[in-house]
């Protein structure tokens, strides 16, 4: 049952969309056993089946959703997508203009705090990137209106106003995310099913994990209010691209900055990859999050960037692969190995 009143010193009602699957699921999951709620409501359009949750149907981009959200407290806002494989449109309307309605029902019904999901990405990727980067380093990230980071861009931005109307609102900034199969599985991991790994000459890639524990665990500080602001979520350091070849059995294609991001152009003009070029950016230097606000409440990750990918590679065995996508590396990479190949090819033929 949910309490109705508005009583300060009572526990709170908290409600998570998206709740039936994913990352929403996995969070109300924790949050059911946890004591130190009100009440607990799972908002989807399809309800799940979890003890001592209140099921909400609905849509998050319907009108009706503030009649959703009567009695809650807290929400905390999961029903959005990380699939890179989703046309652009339709993750965009999910995403932007489905936290834009969140925060107007939100608004609308009273509640007081609400707790968004972005990327590490908003941050973007310079060379002078401090290692590690606080929590609260500048944002620039590209809000290009084509890829995920232009979606977490652009719901930062909405995060930002709400918050200037009055309402409290946490954002969690991820690294990438592993953990929860294909649908969390983004272009930096999707690299993988390359044959090898692309490298800018002289920059060594830095890969930094989340596992998804470790953002639930997080996101239920968020949702019970004992932190708040933005806050990066990772696992301690980072794994130079070198250990990460080793642990996939990867060997690495090392080309000029200018060749690689040249290269990446033409392949993304020429509609070989709906893959940005801008993915490349993660090449070009480090982003490397410090997680400064969390540690300070407490919160440790439980997973190391070693573990999380020998967790990741293990998912990718037994799912044959995960994901399918063509990532802007990814076609760098076969583009140039089978340039180089029919150069041998040809080399080879006029030795003759």
Not at 42 to 56: C, F, N, S, T
Not at 79 to 91: E, G, I, Q
Not at 118 to 129: C, E, I, K, L, W
Not at 239 to 260: D, I, N, T
């Amino acid at each position: 049952m949910l309490r109705h009143g508005r009583n300060r010193t009572q526990p709170e009602v908290v409600a998570v969309t998206g709740a039936a699957t994913g990352l929403g699921r996995a969070l109300v999951e924790r949050l059911a056993a946890s004591a130190d709620l009100g009440g607990l409501v799972g908002i989807d359009v399809v309800p799940g089946r979890i003890d001592g949750v209140v099921w909400r149907t609905c849509d998050v981009r319907d009108r009706a959703l503030a009649t959703r959200l009567v009695g809650v407290d807290a929400v905390v806002h999961l029903a959005t997508s990380y699939d890179v494989t989703l046309p652009a449109a339709t993750r965009r309307a999910l995403n932007v203009r489905g936290t834009q309605q969140l925060l107007a029902a939100a608004r609308e019904a009273g509640v007081r705090r609400v707790v968004l999901c972005t990327s590490a990405d908003v941050y973007g990727v310079r060379a002078d990137n401090p290692v590690p980067l606080p929590d609260g380093a500048p944002l620039g990230g590209e809000a290009d209106g084509q890829t995920l980071v232009g979606d977490h861009v652009e719901i930062e931005r909405l995060a930002s106003h709400a918050s200037r109307s009055g309402l409290t609102v946490t954002v969690l900034r991820p690294a990438t995310l592993v953990g929860l199969g294909a649908g969390y599985d983004g272009q930096v991991l999707r690299q993988l099913s390359a044959p090898r790994l692309l490298a800018v000459r002289g920059v060594e890639p830095q890969w930094q994990l989340c596992h998804v524990d470790d953002l639930v665990a997080a996101l239920e500080l968020a949702a019970l209010g004992t932190v708040s602001g933005a806050l990066g979520v990772a696992c301690t350091g980072s794994l130079p691209q070198s250990a990460v070849e080793e642990m996939a059995s990867r060997r690495r294609l090392e080309l000029p900055a200018a060749v690689a991001l040249s290269t990446a152009e033409r392949l993304h003009r020429a509609g070989v990859t709906t893959s940005s070029p801008r993915e490349l950016d993660h090449l070009l230097g480090p982003l490397v999050l410090a997680c400064d606000g969390l540690l300070a409440a407490g919160w440790r990750p439980g997973w190391t960037n070693e573990d999380a990918l020998r967790a990741h590679l293990a998912l990718r065995a037994a799912d044959g692969g995960l994901g399918s996508a063509v990532t802007a590396a990814g076609a760098t990479v076969a583009l140039l190995g089978t340039a180089a190949l029919v150069r041998q090819a040809r080399r080879r033929r006029r030795g003759l």
